[in-house]
C-alpha cells in the first residue's frame, strides 16, 4: 500500500512539476525547494508578525531605512563549449548470431564463450552425410559431359554433327557445371564460419545437437569499434551534426574519446527523441556491450558563467534564473544551463559582466531598491 501511495504521489509530482525543472538534478530540485519553502515560512512570520505590531513600532519601522542589503558577485563571462548530455548504453557495432545453412547433426565445435576467432575460422561443423558422394557424382558427371562436349565438338568439324548437337552437349555441361556449384557449396555450408574478426559471445549448441537451416551456432561480437548510443531531445537534435567530437563516461570508471556517426532523421514514434550513435575506439577490446554510460557532445562555444546551483531561484511563471542588481535595483534574468559537475554549473543568458546576489535573493523581488555588499565568495565556490 505504501509503494502505491508513493507511485502515486511521484505521478502526480511529474504531471505538476514543468519539463525544466525535472531536467535538474535531484539534489538541485530539493535546494530550489527548500529555499522556496524558507521564503514562504519567513514571509508568513512577517505577516503575521506585522499584525502584532503596535503605532509606535511602526512609526519607528517607517523611519528607518526599509532598503534591504543583498551580497553580490560580478561575474564575467568567458567561452565555454555548450555541452548536450544524454544517458545511453555501449553497444558493439557489428554484432551477429552465426547461423546454419543447411541442416544436420553437429559434428564437432571449435570454440567456446570467450573465444577471440578470426575471419573464417570455423565455428560449428555439421556431418557430411551423403553430401560427399552428391559431391563426387557432381564431379564426375561434369567430366563425363565435358568429354562428350569434346567429341561433338570434333565430329561436327567432320560434318558427323549438327550445330544444334554441339549446343545441346553445350548446355548438358553447363548444367552438370552448375550442379557441381551446388553440391560444392552444400558442402561447404557444413563447416559454419566467423563472418568477421571478433569474440564469441555465445553458443546455441553442442555436438550431437541437429540443427536446422537457420538454426544458432553462435553469437560473434566484433571489438572495435564499439557505440555509445542515446537519444536526444527534438530541441537539441539540429544541434548534432555526424563528426561531430563526442565523449563517454561509462559507470565502470572508463572515459573513451569518440565522434558522432549517426544522428536520425526520425524521431522515436513514443518518446518523440532522436537515436545518436557515437562511435568509440576499442583497440584493447576492454568495452562491454550494455553498460550504462553518459555521452557528452560539445555543439558550439557561448560565452557562460560558472555558479553555485543554489544562488538559482524562480520567477512566478515558473523560469529558472539568477537575480541581478543593475543600478541599485533588482531585476530577475533568466538562465540557460550550459553544463554542470560535481565543482559548479555553468550558464549563459547574462551580459559578459554581471552582478548577481548571492546572498539574500529570495527575500527581495523585481524592481526592488537594494543596498549591496560585496561578496569575497566566489559565485561557484
Sequence with gaps: ?????????????????????????????????????????????????????????????????????????????????????????????????????????????????????????????????????????????????????????????????????????????????AQLRTQQIQYGNTEIRAPFAGVVNDRYVDVGDYMRVGDKCAQVIAPEPFLAVGMVSEQQVGEIKVGDAASADLVTGQHVEGKVRFVADKSDDVTRAFRVEVELPNPDGALRDGVS?????????????????????LDDSGAMGVRTVENGIVHFRTVRIVSDGPDGMWISGLKDRTAVITVGQQFVSEGEHVKTASDAAKAAS
Design 293 to 313: 554510460t553518459d555521452i557528452h557532445i560539445p555543439v558550439r562555444r557561448v560565452a557562460a558563467m560558472k555558479i553555485s546551483p543554489a544562488i538559482l531561484v
Design 1 to 177: 500500500m505504501a509503494s502505491s501511495f508513493f507511485d502515486r504521489l511521484d505521478r502526480w509530482y511529474r504531471a505538476a512539476m514543468p519539463a525544466w525543472w525535472l531536467a535538474l538534478r535531484p539534489s538541485y530540485q530539493w535546494s530550489l525547494g527548500i529555499a522556496l519553502l524558507v521564503v514562504v515560512w519567513i514571509g508568513s512570520g512577517f505577516i503575521t508578525g506585522t499584525s502584532h505590531t503596535s503605532d509606535e513600532d511602526g512609526a519607528q519601522a517607517s523611519t528607518s531605512s526599509d532598503v534591504p542589503l543583498v551580497r553580490v558577485t560580478e561575474l564575467t563571462a568567458s567561452r565555454r563549449d555548450a555541452t548536450i548530455t544524454v544517458r545511453g548504453i555501449t553497444q558493439a557495432l557489428h554484432e551477429v548470431d552465426v547461423r546454419a545453412e543447411v541442416e544436420g547433426v553437429v559434428k564437432a565445435l571449435h570454440f567456446e564463450k570467450g573465444d577471440t576467432v578470426k575471419e573464417g575460422q570455423v565455428l560449428c561443423e555439421i556431418k557430411l552425410n551423403d553430401r560427399g558422394a552428391k559431391l563426387d557424382q557432381a564431379q564426375a558427371l561434369v567430366a563425363q559431359t565435358d568429354k562428350q562436349h569434346e567429341v561433338d565438338v570434333a565430329l561436327a568439324k567432320d560434318g558427323f554433327r549438327s550445330k544444334t548437337q554441339v549446343a545441346q552437349s553445350a548446355a548438358a555441361l553447363e548444367a552438370a557445371k
